[in-house]
């Protein structure tokens, strides 16, 4: 007969229980010997619980793959609870193994599913199993609760930039300085891959392409953890992160590829019919043939697609004579709009109902200690003002939101004299760090017909 040894050991049972892996072994081989087992393969899923999706059972997948190629004629494990703490899971797996007839032994236990009694005490272990895992479950969550409304970390792995001090997460002031560096550089260089370089050259930070992309999106950084804003003290201004999240939703300021045009306004401009980016087109050559004059910009929804009855062409020169006569003009009246928002909105109203939630999830906890409610009814009121609080905490105004410091910075100066020192490179760059978006707000056909626009500034 061909054995497999099956042993599992979640992270907490093996220092609790002694059921290390080893332990476990070390009895599976002693059985197969005496019983003139072959050993065929050991499978072992070290720190996975019994409750855990069958799919993350990674070393109990590839068991399932070996009988299903039939090289297994019978599993053993010492305990059922190694097996499954899950009823349905077990029975998912039995039907596995019935149709490849393989059969399994619990070392330790005794079972005979060949009668119905058998199988009747194999069911009330499982239920056992399960519910005893159901607790442990529930212990946990509440105990987890209890951490989230002291604002407690839940766990040891902290983002860069955070340390857990007296069980609280507070910034790591060793880094905390070096993740606003590259925040702020990835909003003037546009570009993850030129951001990961740059924190690799100057922070020494060994970030992947995609590493870099996931801090760049992490709400940990505005003190947001386990789903709850203000959990901490954030390490990002909520302003600067949310321009982050616009490049990063835009797409744009791809690595340029070698030989390729230089287009100012890619990414930027769109369809004021469907609402599609234009894409750019490198226009007509000049008559050296070397260069391109009249780069534009159309709605693929039309050019491509048929979809959109936009027959629009937006040529870049025109367009950027537009913004640099413009650009102070908007700057300012975006100024005053952020300003009269602040004024009319107020974070008082919203600092008011998030404290008022939070008081309610004090008094919940202690109705529940006290014994004065059940379980039910505190797992339904903390859902109602936890929903309440994560209501409020989006219902307030843009966190304080000002004018950011480049913006503020080009009011001070002649926009003209500074862009026309700019590489063309530098020149995209420039309109890309300060805009989200270009709406076309007004469009008459032909070269001389007047168009207007509409800004979105980051």
Known sequence: MR???????????????????????????????????????????????????????????????DVRAGRVDIILFIKLDRWFRNIADFYKVQTVLDNHKVDWIAIQEDYNTNTSAGRLN?????????????????????????????????????????????????????????????????LLSQSVLETTVYAREKHGINWRHISTRRALKNPSYIGTFYGIPDYTQGIIAPDTFQRVQQV?????????????????????????????????????????????????????????EKECRWTGTIFERPLERYLLDNLKTRLMEHAATIRQHRKATGSEKAARKIKAAREALDRLKDLYVDGCIDRATYDKDFKKYN????????????????????????????????????????????????????????????????KEYRLTFL
């Open 3 to 65: 054995a497999a040894l099956y042993i599992r050991v979640s992270s907490d049972e093996q220092a609790k229980h002694g059921l290390s892996l080893d332990e476990q072994e070390h009895d599976l081989r002693e059985y197969a010997a005496a019983h003139d087992y072959t050993v065929m393969g050991l499978y072992a899923d070290e720190g996975t619980t019994a409750r855990k999706g069958l799919h993350l059972r990674k070393e109990l997948q590839r068991l399932l793959e």
């Open 122 to 186: 194999l069911n009330i272990r499982l239920s056992i199993a399960q519910n005893e895992s159901d607790q442990t479950s529930d212990r946990i969550k509440f105990v987890f609760e209890g951490k989230k409304r002291r604002r407690e970390a839940l766990t040891g792995i902290m983002p860069l930039g955070y340390r857990i001090e007296n069980k609280h997460i507070v910034p790591d002031p060793q880094w905390a300085e070096a993740v606003q560096d590259i925040f702020e550089h990835f």
């Open 248 to 304: 990063l939703t835009a797409r744009r300021m791809e690595a340029p590829r070698a030989g390729s045009l230089t287009f100012l306004f890619s990414g930027l401009i769109h369809c004021p019919e469907c609402g599609h980016v234009l894409v750019a087109n490198r226009g007509h050559k000049y008559r050296n043939q070397t260069e391109y004059k009249n780069k534009l910009y159309r709605c693929p929804g039309h050019m491509v």
């Open 387 to 450: 929903r309440q609080l994560q209501e409020a905490s989006k219902e307030a105004p843009p966190q304080g939101r000002t004018l950011p410091d480049n913006l503020t910075a080009l009011l001070a100066v002649d926009i003209e004299s500074v862009y026309c020192q700019l590489s063309v490179e530098g020149k995209k760059k420039f309109w890309h760090a300060i805009l989200y978006r270009i709406d076309v707000a007004h469009y008459e056909k032909g070269r001389g017909g007047r």
